[in-house]
C-alpha cells in the first residue's frame, strides 16, 4: 500500500500486516527455469479458512472514536447487510459481475471481534526491545538464513530485476509471517467487509474490500486461499488488497499474480513495491552508532538530516568503529528508547520501509533482522529493560497533556511518532530533562504535575 495511513498497516496477532503491489515489465519476467524450479515451501501452505465469529469483548474501543463505541459498534453491526448492500454499485463498476458479488458475499456476517484489534496494534503497543525480541529471534535468523540458501537463485533474480536487497525481502517475509507459517486465518473478503462497515476507518476499508472482490474476479487468488489478517492482508508478505492491484507482478510467468502460493510472486512484488516507493539500490537502511559525551539531543529530530560526513563532524562513530561506506549518504537520528538506548543513523531506504509500514518499530526490526541474516551480531548498545511501554491510554493521555499545554501533537491518536516525539523533547527542554523525546513513564508523571 503506498503512503496509508500510520494506523492501517495493522498486525494479525503478534505479527504485523503489510501492503504490496506492482505491474510487471517485460524485462522483469523470469526465465522458464524460475517457473519450473521455484515451488512455494511448505511453510507457506494456506491455512483453513476460519469463519467462526470471534468473541467480542463487547467493549468500546481506545481510540476514544464515536464509531467505536459499544452502542455504535452494535448499531452499525446490525446495518451490516444494509452496508454491503449500498456497496453493488461501485463493485459493478469496477468489473465484479452481479453473480460474483452474490457469491462472495453470500451469507458475510460481521467478524465482531476484529473490533478489540482495531486499537492495539504490537508495533504501536509493545516496547521497541520486546517488539525486536519476538520478531527479530534466533529462530527466524536461522529460518530466513535457510530460505536464502534454498531459493538463492531466486532471490538473485529479484534481486537483478528491482535492485532490492535479498536480506531485506526475506526479513519481510519473516517479520510479516514467520516465513509463511502465521499470515492469518480470516477470510479477507469479510474481514474487509467488516471494516468496511463497522468501525472508526470505514472509507478506508472500503476500499480495500471492493479491491478484495476484483481480486476475486480476476481469478489472481483463488476465494478458498484468500485468507489472512484480521485487517485483510493476505500471503507470506501480507499484501493489503489495494496494494496488490498496485504493485503485484507475475514474475513466475503463469499468467496469475499469485502472492500466496508463489514464492517467485511474492518476493518480487515485495521488491516491486519497495522499488517503486524509492528503494535506493545498493544503499543500507541505516547504522547502529554511538554518541559523543554532552551530545545535543536536540539533533536527534527526522527533520535534521545531514550527511553521514557531517554527523561524523559532530563525534558520532559507528558501532564497532565500522567505516561508514557512503559517508555523502543523508541521514538522521532515530533514538527509539531515548539517551539511555541505542542510537541509529537512518538513511533513505529506512524511509522507504515506513512506506511500506509506518511503524518506526517495524522498520527497525526489517533492518536488524536483515542485518542479522546477513551475518552481522546483535546491536552493541543495551536497551532500558526496566521501562515499560506506556499503554494506549497512556499514551492518549500523554498526547492530551502535551496539547494542552500548548504543545504541537497533532490530533491524539495514541501513535508516538516524530511530531509526538517532537513535543516530548521541547517539554523536557523547558522543564530542565535531556531533550531524547522518549515518552517514558516519567515524561507522563510530570505532565500529570500541575
Not at 3 to 19: D, E, F, K, M, Q
Not at 227 to 235: K, R, Y
Not at 400 to 429: I, K
Not at 432 to 442: C, H, L, R, Y
Request: proline letters at 7%; charged letters at 25%.
Amino acid at each position: 500500500m503506498v503512503n496509508p495511513p500510520t494506523i492501517l498497516r495493522l498486525a494479525a496477532a503478534s505479527l504485523i500486516v503489510v501492503g504490496l503491489a506492482g505491474a510487471a515489465r517485460a524485462q522483469d519476467k523470469p526465465d522458464n527455469w524460475l517457473m519450473r524450479m521455484f515451488q512455494p515451501p511448505a511453510t507457506g501452505s494456506v491455512p483453513a479458512p476460519d469463519t467462526g465469529d470471534r468473541e467480542w469483548s463487547g467493549q468500546s474501543g481506545a481510540s476514544g472514536s464515536p464509531l467505536m463505541t459499544a452502542d455504535a459498534i452494535r448499531a452499525a453491526a446490525a446495518a451490516f447487510g444494509d452496508c454491503l448492500a449500498a456497496l453493488w454499485p461501485q463493485a459493478e463498476r469496477r468489473g465484479v459481475t452481479r453473480a460474483n458479488f452474490e457469491r462472495f458475499t453470500a451469507g458475510l456476517t460481521p467478524d465482531l471481534g476484529i473490533m478489540d484489534l482495531l486499537d492495539a496494534q504490537p508495533e504501536f503497543t509493545k516496547s521497541t526491545w520486546d517488539y525486536l525480541d519476538l520478531l527479530v529471534s534466533d529462530e527466524r535468523i536461522a529460518r530466513g538464513r535457510e530460505l536464502l540458501t534454498h531459493y538463492a537463485p531466486l532471490f538473485a533474480a529479484v534481486e537483478r530485476a528491482y535492485g532490492v536487497d535479498r536480506h531485506i525481502l526475506a526479513a519481510i517475509w519473516g517479520v510479516e509471517s514467520n516465513y509463511g507459517t502465521m499470515g492469518g486465518d480470516r477470510p479477507v473478503v469479510r474481514s474487509t467487509a467488516t471494516l468496511a462497515c463497522v468501525g472508526r476507518r470505514r472509507d478506508y476499508f472500503r476500499e480495500e474490500f471492493l479491491s478484495a472482490l476484483e481480486i476475486l474476479q480476476h481469478g489472481d487468488v483463488a476465494p478458498e486461499h484468500l485468507i489472512g489478517s484480521w485487517a485483510g492482508a493476505f500471503g507470506p508478505t501480507q499484501f493489503m488488497p489495494t496494494s496488490f492491484k498496485r504493485y503485484a507482478v507475475d514474475f513466475d510467468g503463469d499468467g496469475r499474480r499469485d502472492v500466496v502460493d508463489s514464492v517467485a510472486d511474492l518476493l518480487a512484488s515485495t521488491a516491486n513495491n519497495l522499488k517503486m516507493d524509492g528503494w535506493a539500490r545498493g544503499q543500507s537502511w541505516g547504522y547502529e552508532v554511538v554518541l559523543p559525551q554532552k551530545f545535543d539531543y536536540l539533533l536527534a529530530d527526522p527533520a535534521r538530516q545531514m550527511t553521514v560526513r557531517q554527523w561524523q563532524a559532530l563525534g558520532v562513530r559507528r558501532a564497532a568503529d565500522k567505516p561508514f561506506p557512503r559517508p555523502s549518504d543523508r541521514a538522521y537520528l532515530f533514538l527509539p528508547a531515548g539517551a539511555r538506548g541505542p542510537a541509529f543513523l537512518m538513511l533513505r531506504n529506512f524511509r522507504v520501509i515506513m512506506k511500506y509500514n509506518p511503524a518506526e518499530a517495524y522498520a527497525l526490526a526489517i533492518g536488524r533482522l536483515a542485518d542479522r541474516l546477513r551475518g552481522d551480531g546483535p546491536l552493541l548498545h543495551g536497551w532500558p529493560r526496566e521501562e515499560r511501554a506506556l499503554t494506549v491510554a497512556e499514551r492518549y493521555e500523554l498526547q492530551r497533556l502535551l496539547a494542552h499545554r500548548g504543545y504541537d501533537v497533532g490530533e491524539p491518536d495514541g501513535l508516538l511518532g516524530p511530531r509526538t516525539r517532537g513535543a516530548v523533547r521541547n517539554f523536557q527542554v523547558a522543564t530542565g530533562q535531556i531533550p531524547d523525546g522518549f515518552a517514558s513513564i516519567s515524561v507522563l508523571d510530570r505532565l500529570r504535575q500541575p
